[in-house]
């Protein structure tokens, strides 16, 4: 950046070579090394073995468990499924039980029951399906309050919490509720024997629709491993199918961590070998994808990336000049700068015959989905690293340009910020339900990148700089494998 600017104020001779003077960020160094590089493949006859075996596990799940007419078995298992990160296996039978359960949800549904109202609502919401909140007006007394006997059904509280993340504006009974079960399962979680305890401290500190699917998985295979009523097929399937995955993902690291050595002689201008490596890295996916007549999308690609290096200049001429914008010129640039929209279009590009140009149209018109998805993340991460950002110079944070244009304190600039969080998930929310303007696998990436925020942002800045507990975090998706 400081290139750009300094070039934007007047440019030296061509034959001249200018020293640029770059702020030092004080980042740690490398967690990793090259762990990710040196990955060994297992022995082919035993990855076969194991995919034969998962294959065998899976038609076992569908002909046993799948084969049940009763609606709390087959809520259950569904949520197994989706919980132990397994669920895109069965993605038809999961989408014909829950198009069933939609179309006869009020007769079927006992009013009375508020784990399998709740578990419902959270997963028929999940695919898209319009289902009213009403539903839990059964559960509120003559005044108006949840009754307090809802607070000794422990697993129908714990439900119930995980569907209030599910909604949308104007739907003040769930934010009622999400207090209402906040308030009582922490209480509950400290209770000396309760066996849900574990799984109720990780729910509050990470709901179930906020977190990043396979970290989820992992978490949840040790929680069902310890129910006494789980069943042995399917934490079988599941320890098997995330160790295969894994598998892939160490694979997949390893060639996207190698450094191309024929880069090295493109060092004399820091820039170059940024663009350089950008330029080689598009080149090669637009080869890949002429192959299959799709070259038309990286394009997109590149205009995305456009767009950020030019949310990143104007940043850059902000701090140069001292100039601490309003809220309204700042976002218009930082919601860019979050990387999200960039991310988001780049993430389609590998995607099969389901991305359209359309879908691509889609992603540059701004939508709610991305435009939410980039007030999350740049939001979050500005209320956790401005203050150490502004230490070292750095360009003003959303923090910084609220507090000049209000006159207001830091902390409350933080519960506004906190309120346009939760907004902004509602507005995610409300993208999903059906009917949708792209197909759901698009909406799925977009949302997954917003849980990836939520979990870097939620109790510092763990992009910046990485804690114990996201190096942890790291580590069981991508490193130790389930043992069996």
């Known amino acids: ?15 001249a070579k200018s020293e640029v003077v770059r702020r030092t960020a004080n980042f740690h160094p490398s967690i990793w090394g090259d762990r990710f590089i040196n990955y060994t493949s297992e022995d ?8 034969r075996e998962v294959e065998e596990l899976k038609d076992e799940v569908r002909n046993e ?56 609502f959270r997963l028929l919401r999940q695919e898209g ?10 559960f509120k007394d003559e005044d108006g309050r949840f009754k307090e006997s809802l607070t000794g059904n422990i697993e129908g509280m714990l439900a119930f919490y995980e569907a209030t993340h599910l909604r949308m504006h104007g739907e003040d009974i769930l934010d009622e509720a999400l207090e209402f079960t906040t308030t009582h399962l922490k209480s509950t979680a400290s209770l000396i024997g309760n066996p849900l305890a574990a799984q109720i401290t990780c729910a509050l500190k990470q709901p179930l ?21 789980h069943s042995k097929v399917l934490l079988k399937l599941s320890i098997l199918d995330f160790n295969l995955v894994q598998s892939l993902h160490k694979e997949e690291l390893s060639y996207i961590s190698r450094w191309d050595i024929s880069c090295i002689g493109q060092l004399p201008e820091y820039m170059q070998i940024c663009c350089r490596a950008l330029f080689d890295v598009f080149e090669a996916i637009e080869n890949e994808l002429a192959k299959e007549e799709r070259s038309y999308r990286v394009s997109y690609a590149k205009d995305a990336m456009k767009h950020l290096v030019r949310a990143y200049f104007d940043e850059a001429k902000w701090l140069y000049q001292n100039y601490i914008p309003t809220m309204e010129e700042y976002m218009h640039v930082a ?12 993430s389609f590009v590998g995607m099969g015959d389901i991305v359209t140009k359309e879908a691509f149209d889609w992603a540059f018109s ?51 910020f906190n309120r346009q969080v939760a907004n902004a998930w509602k ?9 949708i303007v792209v197909p759901m696998p698009l909406l799925m990436r977009c949302l997954n990148l917003t849980r990836s925020l939520d979990i870097i942002y939620k109790e510092g800045d763990s992009y910046t700089y990485v804690g114990k507990e996201m190096k942890d975090r790291v580590a069981s998706v991508f490193i130790d494998p389930i043992p069996i």
Not at 427 to 435: A, C, G, V
Request: contains cysteine; proline residues 4%.
């Open 209 to 229: 629709h906020k977190g990043i699917p396979r970290l989820e998985a992992r978490r949840y295979i040790s929680f069902y491993e310890q129910d006494a009523s």
């Open 1 to 15: 950046m400081s290139i750009q600017v300094s070039g934007a104020a007047g440019a030296p001779p061509q034959n």
């Open 129 to 138: 399906f319009k289902v009213s909140c009403d539903v839990f007006k059964k």
């Open 335 to 346: 919601l860019k700068s979050s990387g999200l929209p960039m991310l988001a279009t780049i």
């Open 44 to 51: 082919k006859d035993i990855h076969f073995r194991k995919v």
């Open 366 to 416: 701004n939508p709610k989905i991305i435009t939410a998805s980039s007030v999350i993340g740049r939001l979050m991460d500005d209320m956790k690293s401005h203050k150490f950002e502004q230490e070292r110079g750095h360009a003003p944070s959303a923090v910084e340009c609220y507090m000049k244009q209000h006159g207001v304190s830091e902390q409350v600039v933080y519960d506004e």
């Open 427 to 435: 507005d995610t929310n409300e993208e999903f339900i059906r009917p």
């Open 65 to 120: 468990l799948f084969a049940t007419g009763h609606l709390s078995q087959q809520l259950g298992l569904i949520d197994a499924l989706q919980r132990l990160g397994i669920a895109y296996h069965f993605e038809r039978e999961i989408q014909e039980a829950l198009e069933h359960l939609y179309t006869t949800f009020n007769d079927k549904i006992d009013v009375n029951d508020l784990y399998k109202v709740s578990l419902s």
